[in-house]
């Protein structure tokens, strides 16, 4: 199963390491956001519109869109990237603990949305992600 996975790019080690145990699980990482983005100031318009592009294609292309939950989530690229899974029909799974499903974009309204499922630790994540995939 194709996933995409999304966090705040404050947190590209957290979001490294999850993508690596995705992938470990057997799952295909659709694109890895994390490569550039040390080198998104430096960027001219005309790479910053194409990272624009191949992130939105790619949320299209997964199956399962994983957005990794920090407390300080404060992430515009995610909240974009969350909107572009639910008008592309993907499942959307929020992964952290309780005290980041009260940050705000756990809180927002659309993560009511019955395509949004929430999980709080790596047993729940695997387990859910399974399911998905069996569909």
């Known amino acids: 199963m194709k996933i995409y996975v999304a ?3 404050k947190q590209v080690s ?5 993508m690596k145990v995705v992938e470990q699980w ?3 990482l659709v694109y890895d956001w994390t490569e550039a983005i040390h080198r998104e100031e430096s960027m001219e318009l005309s790479e910053l519109q194409q990272r624009a592009v191949d992130t939105i294609s ?3 292309k997964a ?3 994983l957005i990794v939950l920090t407390p300080d989530m404060r992430s515009i690229g995610s909240s974009i990237e969350f ?3 639910l008008v592309a029909n993907k499942t959307v799974i929020f992964y952290g603990g309780e005290a980041e499903q009260n940050g705000p974009l756990a809180s927002h ?4 949305h019955p395509r949004v499922v929430r999980v709080e630790n790596p047993n ?8 998905i995939a069996s569909v």
């Open 83 to 85: 909107g572009a899974a």
């Open 124 to 131: 729940e994540l695997q387990s859910r992600l399974a399911a």
């Open 7 to 9: 966090c705040t790019s």
């Open 58 to 60: 790619a949320v299209g």
């Open 14 to 18: 957290l979001a490294r390491s999850i």
């Open 63 to 65: 199956k399962c869109v």
């Open 26 to 28: 057997g799952y295909e």
């Open 109 to 112: 309204f659309f993560a009511n």
